[in-house]
């Protein structure tokens, strides 16, 4: 059993969405036969937002209702699971609210019936191959071979996770014993990011209850750090998304970073972090020219990150990606252009083949700074 999960932080998130044109939702071919996936695949995006949060959700929600319409008889595919990213731009001025509570009632109208919502605030969205830092995109998954559950934790900054992970599990009707008895069930999760501890102590915690056996991905939200559910919008909360699948499908994880050749030493005392950097290195220099800078260590061939330095008004912000030791020597790690486009790729072609799937309805993939 495989665990995918991405950890999301700041300038770290955005889904890409593809989805061939003029083409319905049940062309799949196995050798010389062709059998229907009867799924569907739609998505709104949005580059900036509008004067209305409520006027701007109702329109994603029209442009992906629309594309359903065209995907063929209606009870074949019902919307299953619809999945809202936007940006802090496009969530400034409590339009979060408007936005999510807008989606959910333009489908429960619709469709007479609630359809499970869950999403992010994310750093930018990219979609129809442009990045959008000020933007939102709104996917749906429809078909009637699908069934989806959502949930949330109560806010982790008040409960510990332990308690929190176990109403999660319990709210989404999961047998701890056998969590995946079909094999076919997928966990989609969005984690707090502005909480005391890494958020990998939180997917390890989640990982452990329900004994490793379901796939796990998703990400940590980025600022404003808000999670949503058709139920509203929640902040210092775990959501998760349930998917059972009678369709094919399959997932994949890719990695870019690499080593500078680097180091920088660790000094931790009362649960607070400094760096030291070797002589000539200036970890603000760093953070001057991307606005990040990640600290790690190499095992095998991939780079690993650990700690993810920003700057704040009058000081720099550590935060533990993995548990770090006082006086640990770590690398600096930069991002690998030509190996995260060939990495973006195969992540996207393994699978697929895995799954025997020689033309995908559609892919979504998280971009990442650290992944695990």
């Known amino acids: 059993m495989s665990i995918a999960f991405l950890e999301l932080l700041a300038l770290d998130i955005s889904p890409t969405i593809k989805l061939a044109p003029e083409r ?21 995006g949005d580059e900036t937002p509008g004067d209305d949060g409520y006027t701007d959700g109702q329109t994603l929600a029209a442009h992906c209702h629309q594309q359903l319409e065209g995907f063929g008889e209606p009870s074949l595919f019902p919307p299953r699971l619809l999945i809202l990213l936007a940006s802090p731009t496009y969530l400034a001025k ?13 489908f429960n109208v619709r469709y007479g019936q609630r359809v499970p919502l869950i999403g992010s605030s994310v750093a930018a969205v990219l979609f129809d191959r442009q990045v959008h830092e000020h933007g939102a995109v709104l996917i749906c998954l429809a078909s009637r071979l699908l069934q989806v559950k959502v949930g949330a934790t109560a806010n982790l900054s008040t409960k510990p996770s332990e308690e929190a992970f176990r109403g999660l599990i319990s ?24 909480l005391s501890g890494p958020p990998r102590t939180l997917y390890k ?4 209850q329900i004994d490793y056996q379901l796939s796990v991905t998703g990400g940590v939200s980025s600022l404003p750090d808000f999670q949503f559910t058709e139920f509203g919008v ?18 994949g994880l890719g990695r870019s970073l690499k ?33 990040f800078a990640l600290l ?7 780079a690993i990150a650990e700690l993810f330095i920003t700057r704040t008004q009058n000081d720099l912000d550590i935060r533990e990606l993995e548990d770090v030791k006082d006086g640990e020597l770590l690398e600096i790690l930069d991002i690998d252009e030509k190996r995260m486009y060939s990495e973006a790729e195969d992540s996207i072609v393994v699978p697929r083949r895995r799954a025997g799937m020689d033309n995908p309805i559609g892919s979504i993939t998280f971009q990442c700074l650290a992944c695990y």
Do not use: C
């Not at 319905?24 to 709104?44: D, E, H, R």
């Not at 409590?94 to 333009?106: D, G, M």
């Open 259 to 291: 080593t500078t050749g680097k180091h920088v030493t660790v000094r931790k005392s009362d649960g607070k972090l400094q760096v030291e950097p070797e002589q000539g290195i200036g970890v603000e220099e760093l953070i001057d020219e991307k606005g």
């Open 171 to 194: 709210g989404l009707e999961l047998n701890h014993e056998d969590p995946n008895p079909g094999g076919n069930r997928h966990l989609l999760l969005f984690l707090p990011s502005q």
């Open 24 to 44: 319905k939702p049940y062309a799949l071919v196995a050798g010389t036969i062709t059998m229907n996936t009867y799924l569907g695949f739609a998505y709104a």
């Open 234 to 251: 929640q902040r210092g909360t775990a959501v998760a998304a349930l998917i059972e699948f009678h369709t094919p499908v399959a997932s």
């Open 94 to 106: 409590n339009r979060a609210y408007e936005l999510v509570t807008s989606i959910a009632t333009y």
């Open 205 to 208: 915690n989640l990982s452990r």
């Open 296 to 302: 790690g260590r190499t095992v095998e061939d991939r």
